[in-house]
Structures are given as structure tokens and as C-alpha cells.
Nanobody, 123 residues
Framework: QVQLVESGGGLVQAGGSLRLSCAASGSGFSINAMGWYRQAPGKQRELVATITRGGITNYADSVKGRFTISRDNAKNTVYLQMNSLAPEDTAVYYC?????????????????WGQGTQVTVSS
């Protein structure tokens, strides 16, 4: 089983920055795509950014130019650098990883989720 542990959330003023980290732990697995999602109170969870193992990124329009997703494959860690934060960015941010058990033939991919970390942006 894969465990995802997030860190880096907190309270920040509008215009400030935060860097979220998510480390995957376990053995006998490989990680393909990783991503960040967020959910504000009363709203559906939405995609923020994704990154493939090869480094191809995808961003929600609302965060393009402000957020940067990156990963360190050796550490099984994905990051989300958030700049120019605004109150509308306030949400619980969740890490996601698409994982496969190391086996032959390859096992079907399974999505794993972190516990979420609160990001609050004040005016």
C-alpha cells in the first residue's frame, strides 16, 4: 500500500507564497502521474495541476502563471509552489498519485490520495 503525506499548508496573506510537498512511501510500487487537487467548503474537488513521470505538466486555468508543479522521482515527492496567492485559493489541497505495483505483467494503476493540507489566504 502507498501512503501519501502532505506538508506545507498554512495561513498566508494575499500575494504571498506557499510550497506544498507530498511524499509517497512504501515499497514495491512505481508512480506514474502525480497531481494536486483542492476542495473549498461547499464546492467540488477540482484539479489544480498534474505532472507525469517525464515532467509534462498540466494546470487549471485559474492557477496558470502562479502555481508550479514539480517532482523529484528519486524521492517520490511532488511539490506545488504557489505564488501570488489570493483568497479564492483557500481550500484543502490534496495530493494524488497514480501508482502501479511492481509486477509482471504490470498491475492496473490505482489512485492514492493524501490526507489533505489546509491552505488559507487572507485578504
Amino acid at each position: 500500500q502507498v501512503q501519501l503525506v502532505e506538508s506545507g499548508g498554512g495561513l498566508v496573506q494575499a500575494g504571498g507564497s506557499l510550497r506544498l510537498s507530498c511524499a509517497a512511501s512504501g515499497s514495491g510500487f512505481s508512480i506514474n502521474a502525480m497531481g494536486w487537487y483542492r476542495q473549498a467548503p461547499g464546492k467540488q474537488r477540482e484539479l489544480v495541476a498534474t505532472i507525469t513521470r517525464g515532467g509534462i505538466t498540466n494546470y487549471a486555468d485559474s492557477v496558470k502563471g502562479r502555481f508550479t508543479i514539480s517532482r523529484d522521482n528519486a524521492k517520490n515527492t511532488v511539490y506545488l509552489q504557489m505564488n501570488s496567492l489570493a483568497p479564492e485559493d483557500t481550500a484543502v489541497y490534496y495530493c494524488n498519485a497514480g501508482c502501479r505495483r511492481i509486477s509482471w505483467p504490470p498491475s492496473p494503476p490505482v489512485d492514492y490520495w493524501g490526507q489533505g493540507t489546509q491552505v488559507t489566504v487572507s485578504s
